[in-house]
């Protein structure tokens, strides 16, 4: 999978968003809203030197739809990509089943769970032996099953125009398939980020 079809992917969620938005009335949830994210990635244990998220920045765009109508239950549809010198740049394609249950006012909390597909780059050019001789084969990397687990922190207030719903989140990514040896590689998403819920026409 090449680093170009992000950007479709992009455009489509944006079309879709933009297009499928519904409003069953005040006090409501509007269906896909636009999720925008910068992302910053580490290849660490959850919870471990978080600090070195914060050298590795992406972004991620997304839409979610709500399964009971309304904001505290809904499934999530994310693209991110990120870039991190150390250990190659990633593109990671994943989707989520979140439970926000209310805190206070219009605060709430997430905790959401799902599966992905992550298609990891690699960080320097990488060679192959090719009759006796070593070729280079570039930054091609691998394509790894992804398990992201994650909870949330965030502000949502119903409007009937456009307003924005915005929230951090930490997410645990535990990858299968990058190494025999290892049979799952930990890699943590600090995200910071806003739904955005636009007007009905």
Request: aromatic share 16%.
């Amino acid at each position: 999978m090449k680093k170009h079809f992000f950007w479709p992917l992009i455009a489509f969620c944006l079309t879709v968003s933009l297009s499928a938005q519904t409003d069953g009335g005040k006090g409501s949830y509007r269906n896909f809203p636009i999720v925008v994210t910068l992302q910053f990635h580490s290849l660490s244990m959850p919870f471990k030197d978080i600090k070195s998220n914060f050298s590795n920045v992406g972004i991620g765009l997304g839409t979610e739809l709500s399964l009971n109508g309304k904001h505290n239950w809904a499934q999530q549809i994310s693209a991110v990509w990120y870039r991190n010198k150390a250990v190659g740049n990633g593109l990671l394609f994943y989707t989520q089943a979140a439970w926000r249950p209310t805190l206070f006012s219009n605060v709430f909390a997430e905790v959401k769970a799902g599966v992905g597909y992550l298609y990891t780059f690699r960080p320097v050019e990488a060679y192959r032996q090719v009759n006796g001789e070593w070729m280079p084969v570039g930054h091609k990397g691998k394509g790894l099953l992804a398990f992201p687990v994650g909870f949330s922190l965030g502000y949502h207030e119903y409007a009937a125009g456009t307003y924005f719903s915005p929230f951090v989140s930490y997410q645990m990514v535990m990858t299968k398939g990058y190494s025999k040896s290892i049979p799952l590689v930990p890699e943590t998403l600090v995200q910071v980020g806003s739904s955005i819920f636009y007007k009905n026409k």
